[in-house]
């Protein structure tokens, strides 16, 4: 048995980690942190949760004492850091903030507008269908942003041969967090679609990382609490059927187990409450074109479901192993 506890445990992904967590056949939880519920049990905050567990208080230093195997934080974004450089470095971490998701951390610091306290981090960037041999090896894990998580896993294999890409991403409010307008007051999203930060996302600059060519990012907010579209309009410099698109594809993705690619086009409700994502489509217009559909549950495959993929090969499990 591995020893793992979560850091902000309470918000939307760390609610999503304590139910896979505690259904994974070789783990045992000894950290369940809640600064502001600790104390307090889980199902108080979660009705819907069964379980008997209670949120745990306690310093960094007593987390450090108790030697877990691996620790998840949930922390906010510019709040985990401070959290993860104090833990000891005999204790591996997956941070599913954006603090450790930059290898440049000047490009962090421009994006977030916070000075990174760790220049030389060595994170690994948390995406196992691209980086699944240095996780492996990993002590850091930056688990990736959920829209950059549909984005890349859409655009990555066709990449080369395009000049542009234009991606449409839609999420559902958990996206947003506890905090958010949305989760005080639904009627604001209810039969509605709210664009936003329409050219300059902080995901934008994350997916540049790894979409080299030119890219333009547009997210929106639909009204349902979990799942995600990403729309990449890949506009060729080499002509490809549908066809050659679509074995592209497969081709890259043939030993994923949680990518499928299909010819059909991929809904969102294909994905919600699982760690798949489904990329399908591939149709190309007339003007060379190229529509590609990812779908994800952002709770999940763009965040803890993600994260416990992760941290199965940290800690050498099968990497589906409590998610299927």
Known sequence: MKSVGILGASGYTGYELLKLLKNHPDLSLTVL????????????????????ETYTNYSLEQVNQLKPDLIFSALPHKVSMEAVEQMDKAIKVIDLSA??????????????????????????????ELFEKQ??????????????TAAILA?????????????????????????????????????????YNLTNHRHKYEIEQFITTKLSFTPHVIDTFQGMMCTAHVL????????????????????????QVTKAIPQITHTQK??????????VDDANRLVAVSTIDNLLKGASGQAVQNMNLMLGFDQAKGLL
Do not use: M
């Open 99 to 128: 603090d450790y998701r930059f290898k440049d951390t000047k490009k962090y610091e421009q994006v977030y507008d916070r000075r990174h306290l760790n220049s030389s981090h060595g994170a690994v960037y948390g995406l196992p």
């Open 155 to 195: 655009v990555y294999p066709v990449q080369k041969y395009a000049h542009h890409v234009v991606l449409d991403c839609k999420s559902g409010w958990s996206g947003a967090g506890k905090a958010s307008d949305y989760a005080k007051n639904q009627s604001i999203i209810r039969d509605n679609l709210v664009a």
């Open 274 to 283: 699982t760690n798949f994502c489904h990329i399908g489509g591939f149709e």
């Open 236 to 259: 060729l410099d080499k002509r490809l059927s549908s066809k050659e698109a679509l074995k592209l594809y497969q081709d890259f993705y043939y030993d994923s187990p949680f990518v």
């Open 135 to 148: 996780i492996k090896q990993a002590r850091l894990v930056a688990n990736p942003g959920c829209y950059a």
């Open 33 to 52: 942190n809640s600064r502001q519920y600790g104390g307090q049990p889980v199902s108080r905050l979660y009705p819907d949760y069964k379980g008997t």
